[in-house]
């Protein structure tokens, strides 16, 4: 079983930045896809950022602009680079990563094989 290690998440103020990582120590699986979902208390979980295996990247509206996801030479590595965190911004972020599919909507939590077990980001006012 892949397992997604994350890292990174803390009690930030508004405005601070923060990073997160995520890695496996599968070194036998290729993913096509890996990103970030998260999930604020009391809402559904939703699509934070992914980057594909070209490094083609994809953001939500709500964090575009203020979230990078930089392409590294790591393999089966994703960072999330969180710029100007907002209280909203609070949420468990979960890792994510996904195997090859012909067709692959990066948005959608379906698409993901794997899930890292979540990292508390709370950002205060």
């Known amino acids: 079983q892949v397992e997604l290690v994350e890292f990174g998440g803390g009690l930030v103020q508004a405005g601070d930045s923060l990073r997160l990582s995520c890695t496996t120590s599968d070194r036998t699986i290729r993913f096509d896809t890996m990103g970030w979902f998260r999930q604020a208390p009391g809402k559904e979980r939703e699509f934070v950022a992914a980057?594909?295996?070209?490094?083609?990247?994809y953001y939500a509206d709500s964090v575009k602009g203020r979230f990078t996801i930089p392409r590294l030479n790591a393999v089966n590595t994703v960072n999330l680079q969180m710029d100007s965190l907002r209280p909203e911004d609070t949420a468990v972020y979960y890792c994510?990563?996904?195997?090859?599919?012909?067709?692959?909507?990066?948005?959608?939590?379906?698409?993901?094989?794997?899930w890292g077990q979540g990292t508390q980001v709370t950002v205060s006012t």
């Open positions: 980057i594909d295996w070209s490094g083609g990247t």
């Open positions: 994510v990563a996904g195997t090859y599919k012909s067709t692959f909507d990066r948005s959608s939590r379906s698409q993901y094989d794997y």
